[in-house]
Nanobody
Framework: QAQLVESGGGLVQAGGSLRLSCAASGSISRFNTVAMGWYRQPPGNQRELVAFITSGGTTNYADFVNGRFTISRDNAKNMVYLQMNSLKLEDTAVYYC?????????WGQGTQVTVSS
């Protein structure tokens, strides 16, 4: 059974930064071949894709990121990261990691990011 564990969220003031981490374990063979993404679910809204990184390291970001976030991965450690800078109130959400371009792995519990004014 694949397992994804997100961490690094918290309460931060607008304009601040956070670094989210995602640890993949279990039945995720050849993690380095899977494109991975960060998703978020704001209060009362549907889950949306924030950014993803391919197995080759190509990155892609949602328009609302506008250069503020950076996704990265460490295949040796089965880890995916999201560095978030210049956070805005509207970035408040539960953040999840999961695969893209394939059937998702079981969703983790996510990590709460709350941006205050």
């Amino acid at each position: 059974q694949a397992q994804l564990v997100e961490s690094g969220g918290g309460l931060v003031q607008a304009g601040g930064s956070l670094r989210l981490s995602c640890a993949a374990s279990g039945s995720i063979s050849r993690f380095n071949t899977v494109a991975m993404g960060w998703y978020r679910q704001p209060p009362g809204n549907q889950r949306e894709l924030v950014a993803f990184i391919t197995s080759g390291g190509t990155t892609n970001y949602a328009d609302f990121v506008n250069g503020r976030f950076t996704i990265s991965r460490d295949n040796a450690k089965n880890m995916v990261y999201l560095q978030m800078n210049s956070l805005k109130l509207e970035d408040t959400a539960v953040y999840y990691c999961n695969a893209v371009y394939r059937v998702p792995f079981p969703w983790g519990q996510g990590t709460q990011v709350t941006v205050s004014s």
